[in-house]
RNA sequence: GGUCCCGUGGUGUAGCGGUUUAACAUGCUGCCCUGUCAAGGCAGAGAUCGCGGGUUCGAAUCCCGUCGGGACCGCCA
């Protein structure tokens, strides 16, 4: 080894010791006759000074500059009285340089590595090696990792087995696009990379795992959102024997300890509340409500059915939300709400402000509704002085797609919640299929194994839409964070299910013949869940962005910056896996 | 496929039709400096304003296109 010890671990009681460090110049202060240096490491920084009575030393420290890659030797002392910094952990000590190499130079950065400060998104992605140089990258890594390390050590003590599963899989035409890998020997045809390895786990249950897991990663083929990379990692769960309950809790507990062992994050809730898909939805607009703050929805459909205001009159329904202590937003700012819901769908966004003396002040519809509907809707909107009702009024997809949107924008206005607080919850009971209205045809709502809840198996012929599924998602601060189900293992059920979604049974047997022919010899109860792990560190890290804990992440348009993929492929790779490019212009025209 | 925001010395920003020879901070280079820790002082180098076209007497500034980055809708559990 080229050092003795690392930057972190040299503390006051190293004083005296003779040690040799290696690491990157951090940065360098230089008085002419003394230098000092802030050497860093994987494990911290600690001050090296130059002391002229080591001339060559000295010389060679005078000479350092940023992110060179050093060894120094030296004695470890204590600082002088007064030259201490208490905002280093190795601020009491330094190491005085007897011994200077420089191990390798650098060019001058294209960023500063050593304070934390904005640096434009490409070209963090392209120079993300030196990016990830800086504390808070590093902590972010070190924090995913101990996330991973933790949940593997859990989930070993609670039985369960990491077992791998193959990344060259089959294509689904189901869910996402995938990922498609051609194949060299069998000309025209080709594998897929796994959106994720939901098939593998349930055949791992046949096989008789019965407690599997794994750090999977995942592809999905789809545009790029702050919580979204083309690829992503996933705590794949299955477990046989279980139901549903069993299913949460044990998500629940790694959860919470989890936390508890490597974060200073409290819940807002325990044990973690659940609602159903239909409360949520109603209540928030969305399946993934965020949980820390209020700001719910009204339905107000019947109070404003009756008015003269044809958008209200006529819509299917009418929400609202009260933006409390908004009151004093200007026209324009109301504006820009009204054109943010429209990204949803929304035709506007009608509006009220409650003035001081409690009547409306302003409105964008006062005039067409009465002073009792007014009132009505002042008191089903708790609206107190100063608060600013936001209303939208259409289908009621649209409805609570952009309340739902506009509730978050509120809410971080707001909400002035806690950044350390976790509001998780589990959604439950979801319906099994909704409704496709283009192909006229029940589609399955999570996918086509998920078992329907028992009590609603009736339900099947009579009113599908009313079957619930034994489907769960956790959800934490607005994202999702897990989603699961108990699986069908009966053939028959399995059968009513692909009939009842119209699935032809040669397509099925096509698409999905291995798991039906392995579900005919004995498969267990079984179920399971899948955790996004770039999630889950992005909320302990309490970064906004999943890039912010994958090392090499992608970006919007889903190529790497540093390395430059995707590229071009020779000719003779193409031809040896029989593929040849069109021409774009041809495939564009119409 | 669509909407929106951004692109100015190495980096982060200001400038948004004419006293701009494009400003500021930081970084960089050199010199001075023995207790700093975002060290300090002095001096200096460094951008024809992403690219292309247009409008104009005049464009970093306005318009169109294009490329790149980002946020979002669609898409995606």
Same mark, same amino acid.
């Given at each position: ?16 010791? *003779? ?20 050497? /860093? ?27 060179? *890659? ?51 998104? @490409?070209?963090?992605?392209? +120079?993300?090696?030196?990016?990830? /140089? ?11 990792? %101990? ?17 791998? =599963? ?29 959106? &994720?390895?939901?098939?593998? %786990? ?133 504006? $820009? ?13 009608? #509006? ?35 608060? !600013? ?16 949107? !506009? ?11 806690? =950044? ?14 909704? #409704? ?35 489907? +769960? ?5 607005? +994202? ?6 108990? /699986? ?22 096509? /698409? ?24 889950? *560190?992005? !909320? !302990? ?13 992608? $970006? ?7 390395? @430059?993929?995707? &590229? ?23």
């Amino acid at each position: 080894m080229l050092k003795t010890h690392t930057c972190g671990e040299l503390s006051h009681d190293c004083v005296g010791q *003779v040690v040799t460090l290696a690491g990157w110049v951090h940065r360098r202060r230089d008085h002419g006759g003394l230098t000092f240096v802030d050497l /860093r490491d994987r494990w911290g920084l600690i001050q090296v000074v130059s002391d002229p009575e080591y001339a060559e030393a000295h010389e060679t420290m005078s000479g350092l500059r940023a992110e060179y *890659v050093i060894q120094v030797s030296g004695n470890v002392r204590g600082r002088p009285d007064g030259a201490s910094n208490p905002d280093m952990v190795s601020g009491d000590i330094e190491l005085v340089a007897q011994h200077v190499k420089i191990l390798n130079v650098s060019k001058t950065p294209p960023f500063d590595i050593n304070k934390v400060s904005k640096v434009e998104e @490409g070209l963090r992605q392209k +120079y993300r090696y030196l990016d990830l /140089r800086r504390s808070n990258m590093l902590a972010n890594l070190s924090l995913r990792h %101990k996330t991973i390390s933790f949940i593997r050590d859990h989930l070993s003590q609670s039985g369960f087995l990491e077992v791998e =599963t193959p990344m060259l899989f089959k294509t689904t035409p189901e869910g996402a696009r995938d990922y498609l890998v051609p194949s060299r020997l069998h000309r025209g045809k080709f594998y897929a990379l796994p959106q &994720s390895p939901q098939q593998l %786990k349930q055949l791992l249950m046949v096989a008789g795992i019965e407690r599997y897991f794994q750090i999977a990663r995942c592809f999905r083929d789809e545009d790029q959102r702050g919580d979204r990379q083309p690829e992503f990692t996933q705590l794949d769960m299955e477990m046989s024997f279980v139901e549903q309950e069993d299913v949460l809790q044990t998500i629940e507990i790694l959860i919470t300890e989890l936390v508890a062992n490597l974060t200073e994050m409290k819940f807002q809730q325990t044990p973690w509340p659940r609602f159903s898909s239909e409360e949520v939805l109603n209540r928030f607009g969305t399946d993934k409500p965020d949980l820390r703050f209020g700001v719910e929805l009204q339905d107000v459909t019947e109070l404003v059915v009756e008015s003269e205001l044809k958008i209200f009159s006529s819509a299917e329904t009418v929400k609202g939300i009260n933006a409390e202590g908004c009151g004093n937003y200007s026209r324009k700012q109301i504006d $820009s709400l009204t054109d943010f819901v429209k990204q949803y769908g929304a035709g506007g966004l009608a #509006w009220a402000v409650v003035g001081d003396d409690g009547n409306v002040s302003r409105s964008s519809f006062r005039k067409y509704v009465d002073e009792n509907t007014m009132h009505a809707l002042k008191k089903k909107m708790q609206a107190k002085p100063g608060d !600013l009702l936001l209303l939208v009024a259409s289908d009621v997809d649209v409805v609570h797609d952009s309340l739902a949107a !506009l509730r978050v924008k509120i809410g971080e206005k707001i909400g002035v919640y806690d =950044t350390n607080l976790l509001a998780c919850c589990w959604v439950i009971d979801f319906p099994l299929f909704n #409704w496709n209205e283009r192909e006229n045809r029940w589609d399955p709502s999570h996918h086509l194994f998920t078992a329907p809840l028992t009590e609603d198996i009736g339900h099947l012929d009579t009113d599908p839409g009313r079957v619930r599924g034994s489907q +769960y998602d956790m959800v934490c601060n607005g +994202y999702e964070m897990a989603g699961g189900s108990i /699986r069908i293992h009966d053939s028959a059920l399995q059968q009513q299910i692909f009939d009842l979604i119209g699935l032809d049974k040669n397509v099925a047997l096509e /698409r999905f013949g291995h798991m039906l022919e392995a579900f005919e010899y004995g498969t267990p109860p079984h179920g399971g869940i899948a955790v996004g792990i770039d999630r889950l *560190v992005m !909320l !302990l890290a309490q970064e906004k962005n999943i890039r912010e804990v994958i090392a090499f992440p992608k $970006s919007q348009q889903a190529t790497d910056l540093m390395v @430059g993929a995707p &590229s071009t492929a020779d000719v003779d790779q193409l031809n040896e896996l029989h593929i040849s490019i069109t021409d774009s212009t041809s495939s564009k025209i119409e």
